[in-house]
C-alpha cells in the first residue's frame, strides 16, 4: 500500500496551480498539434524545450508539460484522421481504416466519441502499467555499469533502424548521421572534433536545433509540395455521442488493445504506431466474424485508438528507468530532462518521487481533461482544421524560429535549423527515418561517455562488454533485432506492410 | 538510382569525416580510449553501409516534386534563410512580417490578406512571447538608436 500513499503525495503535487496550469496547457495543446496535420508532438515538445527554460519551470511542470503534449497528441489526431481522412501522424494511420468511413456514413459523432473514451482506457489504463512496471525495471538496472549502458543503447539504435521506416540498412545510415552530428564539438576530454576551429561549434549543435529543423522545417517544404491541391472538406460531425451497445460491444476490444499497445510501447522503436496496427489486425482476428472491418466497424476505431494511448506510457519506462528512451518524442524529453541535470535512470524514481508520483497523478488528471475537451468540446477543435494553411503554417514557423532565437540569441542556430530542414526534407524524399537521427543526437555522446568510462574502469580490458549476464542478453536481444527485418520482409504480414508504407514513427 | 546517388554521397561525407577523425588528437588528460576511436567507428559503420545502397539500391521509385512547385520551394528555403540574416539588423516585428508574409503567398493568400495575416499575427507573438512570457526579442540593431 506504499504505492496508493506516494500517489496521493502525487496528487497534492499535480493539483499545485501551477502543475494544474500546465497540465491543462499541455493536453490542449497536445490535442491541437495531434490533430494538424504535420507539426505532432515531437515538434511540439522541441519547441516548449527553449520557451519553458527561458520562463524557468520547475522540472516537475516541465515533465508533467511534455507528457501532457505526448499524449494529449494521441487523442486530437483521431480527430483530422476521422472528418478529414489526414492522420496527423502515423499512429493515427490505422484509425483512418474504420474512422473515416464511419464519418463518410454520417456516423462521424460516434466515431469521435469512441475514439475518446478509447483514448481515455488505453491512457488510464496504461497508467496502472507504469506504476507496476517502471519500479521493478528499475530495481533490475540497478545493476547496469557503463558497459551495461553501452550495450543497451546499441540494442535501442539497431531495434529502432529495424521498425521504423521501410529499410534496415537506411534505419542505420539514419542512425550513423544522428551519431556523426552528435560527435560536433568538444568531447568529456574536452578535446574539439569537426570544429574547424569555429568557436560556434564547440558547443555542438543542440538537438532543439537538430529536431526542430529535421521535423520542423522540414515539414513546411513537404507541405508546400502538398499544399497545390488545395485544402480537404470537413466531414460533418453530428452528436458526438455513442449508444451502451456500441460501448459493450467495444468493451473487452479496449482493454485487450490497451494491454498490448502498453507492451509494444515499452519496446524502442516500435512505439504508437505498431501497437496501433497490432492491435487493429489482432482484433479484427478476434471479433470481427461478419467481416465489417475496414467498411466503418466502431471496434476498428477502439482498437487502434485504446493502443496507441496505452503505448505513450510504456515508452515512459525505458526513458524514466533506464535514461534511454526509445522513440524520437521520448529522446527529446530526455534531452530536456539532461539539461535539467536530471539522468534519468533505475535510482530517478526513488530519488526524485515527488517528480514521479506527481507526474503520474497529472496522467490521470489529463487523462479526465481530456475526455472533456474531446467529448463535449470536439466541435470547437474542428473549427482549428478550418484554419488556412497560408496562416497556420507560417505561424507555425515564426513560433519555432522564436523559441530557438529567444533561447540561444544565435541568428547561426537559426540558420543550422534550416539546414537540418533541406536535410529532413532531401531523407525524407529518399526514403531514411528522422526518429533515429534524434535518438542517435542525444544517447550518442552517453554512449560514447559509458564507452570510454567502461574502458577507464577496466583498465582498457575490453572482455566488460561481454562477460556480465546482463550485457550478454542485450547482445542476444541486439542480434534477434538485427534478424528480426529479415524475417518479415520474408513473412510481410498485412500489418507491418501498412505501417513501412506510413511515415516513420515521430 | 536515387540510392546510388545517395550511397555515393554519403561515400564521399564517410571518406571526409573518417579522415577528420584520423586526424583528431589525445587530449592533455585523457582516459585509455581517447577521443579518436568513437568518431573512427561512426565512419567505419557507415562506409558498408553507404556500399550497400550503392551495390543494392531499393526498387521504391523516389516521387519528387513536380517541375512547377521547386521555384515554390526555392522561395521557402530563402525566406528561411532571409529570416536568419535580417533577425538581429532588423529585429522581430520587421523580419517576422516579411517572411510571414512571402510565406502566406507561397501557401497561396491573396498579397492583401497574407500582408494582413503577416501584422496581425506579429504583432500578437510579440505580446504573446515578448510581454506576457517575457522572452528576449530583438529589436534590432537598425533601430536600437530610435529608442534610446
Known amino acids: 500500500m506504499e504505492a496508493f500513499g506516494l500517489l496521493l503525495d502525487g496528487f497534492g503535487t499535480a493539483l499545485q496551480p501551477l502543475n494544474l496550469l500546465v497540465v491543462f496547457l499541455g ?15 515531437i515538434n ?15 522540472p516537475t511542470a516541465m515533465l508533467i508539460l511534455f507528457s501532457g503534449i505526448y499524449y494529449g497528441s494521441q487523442y486530437g489526431n483521431s480527430i483530422s484522421t476521422i472528418l478529414l481522412n489526414v492522420p496527423g501522424t502515423a499512429s493515427s494511420v490505422a484509425t483512418a481504416l474504420d474512422g473515416y468511413p464511419m464519418a463518410r456514413a454520417g456516423r462521424g459523432g460516434p466515431a469521435l466519441a469512441i475514439s475518446a473514451i478509447a483514448s481515455f482506457v488505453g491512457g488510464t489504463l496504461s497508467i496502472f502499467g507504469l506504476v507496476l512496471f517502471a519500479p521493478l525495471l528499475a530495481q533490475w538496472a540497478i545493476r547496469f555499469g557503463p558497459a551495461e549502458y553501452f550495450v543497451l543503447i546499441v540494442f535501442t539504435f539497431t531495434t529502432i533502424s529495424a521498425l521504423t521506416g521501410s529499410n534496415f540498412v537506411k534505419g542505420l545510415v539514419a542512425t550513423a548521421i544522428g551519431l556523426a552530428i552528435a560527435t560536433v564539438g568538444l568531447d568529456l576530454t574536452n578535446v574539439a572534433r569537426f570544429t574547424f576551429g569555429q568557436f560556434r561549434l564547440y558547443d555542438g549543435f543542440d538537438f532543439v536545433v537538430v529536431t526542430i529543423g529535421l521535423f520542423a522545417v522540414s515539414e513546411v517544404f513537404t507541405l508546400v509540395e502538398q499544399t497545390r491541391g488545395g485544402q480537404a472538406a470537413v466531414s460533418k460531425v453530428g452528436r458526438v455521442m455513442i449508444t451502451v451497445k456500441e460501448f459493450t460491444s467495444s468493451f473487452w476490444v479496449m482493454i485487450r488493445s490497451s494491454i498490448s499497445g502498453f507492451m509494444v ?23 470481427d466474424r461478419e467481416g465489417n472491418f475496414g467498411k466503418g466497424d466502431i471496434r476498428g476505431v477502439a482498437a487502434p485508438e485504446a493502443a496507441n494511448n496505452a503505448s505513450v506510457s510504456g515508452a515512459l519506462i ?39 508520483w506527481g507526474l503520474i497523478a497529472s496522467m490521470y488528471i489529463g487523462n479526465v481533461m481530456l475526455l472533456v475537451l474531446n467529448l463535449p468540446l470536439v466541435g470547437l477543435f474542428v473549427r482549428i482544421l478550418l484554419i488556412p494553411r497560408w496562416v497556420l503554417v507560417p505561424l507555425v514557423v515564426a513560433i519555432a524560429y522564436v523559441a530557438v532565437y529567444s533561447a540561444t540569441s544565435s541568428p547561426f542556430d537559426l540558420f543550422a ?27 550518442g555522446p552517453m554512449m560514447e561517455v559509458n564507452l570510454r568510462r567502461a574502458l577507464s574502469l577496466s583498465n582498457n580490458d575490453w572482455s566488460v562488454f561481454y562477460v556480465s549476464p546482463i550485457t550478454i542478453a542485450l547482445w542476444a536481444m541486439t542480434l534477434v533485432s538485427l534478424l528480426l527485418p529479415m524475417v518479415l520482409k520474408r513473412r510481410k504480414p498485412a500489418a507491418v506492410t501498412i505501417v513501412k508504407e506510413a511515415d516513420g514513427e515521430k | 538510382m536515387a540510392d546510388r546517388i545517395t550511397g555515393v554521397v554519403l561515400l564521399v561525407f564517410t571518406a571526409w569525416y573518417g579522415v577528420t577523425a584520423w586526424g583528431i588528437q589525445r587530449g592533455f588528460f585523457s582516459d585509455p580510449l581517447g577521443s579518436r576511436p568513437f568518431p573512427l567507428a561512426v565512419a567505419i559503420l557507415l562506409a558498408p553501409l553507404a556500399l550497400y545502397l550503392v551495390v543494392r539500391p531499393s526498387q521504391v521509385p523516389v516521387v519528387w516534386p513536380v517541375r512547377n512547385l521547386w521555384p515554390a520551394l526555392g522561395i521557402t528555403l530563402g525566406a528561411f534563410i532571409l529570416y536568419s540574416l535580417m533577425m538581429e539588423p532588423f529585429g522581430f516585428i520587421v523580419s517576422n512580417v516579411v517572411v510571414f508574409f ?13 500582408l494582413v495575416a503577416a501584422v496581425v499575427a506579429t504583432l500578437a507573438l510579440y505580446v504573446l512571447f515578448g510581454w506576457l512570457l517575457e522572452l528576449y526579442l530583438p529589436t534590432g540593431k537598425l533601430f536600437e538608436g530610435w529608442f534610446r
Open chain 2, 102 to 114: 512571402i510565406l502566406s503567398l507561397v501557401f497561396r493568400a491573396t498579397p492583401v490578406k497574407g
Open chain 1, 318 to 356: 525505458p526513458l524514466l528507468t533506464l535514461g534511454v528512451p526509445g522513440s524520437g518524442t521520448t529522446a527529446v524529453m530526455l534531452g530536456a530532462l539532461l539539461a535539467l541535470n536530471l539522468a534519468p535512470g533505475p535510482l530517478f524514481i526513488t530519488r526524485n518521487a515527488d517528480l514521479f
Open chain 1, 27 to 41: 493536453v490542449l495543446i497536445g490535442t491541437i498539434i495531434g490533430m494538424l496535420p504535420g507539426i505532432g508532438p
Open chain 1, 44 to 58: 511540439a515538445i522541441a519547441i516548449l524545450i527553449p520557451i519553458s527554460f527561458a520562463l524557468g519551470l520547475p
Open chain 1, 265 to 287: 510501447g515499452v519496446l524502442p522503436g516500435a512505439g504508437a504506431t505498431i501497437a496501433s496496427f497490432l492491435a487493429y489486425t489482432t482484433e479484427q482476428r478476434l471479433v
Open chain 1, 417 to 443: 535549423m534550416t539546414v537540418f530542414g533541406v536535410l529532413g526534407f532531401f531523407m525524407k524524399k529518399l526514403g531514411f527515418p528522422l526518429a533515429p537521427v534524434v535518438l542517435a543526437v542525444v544517447l
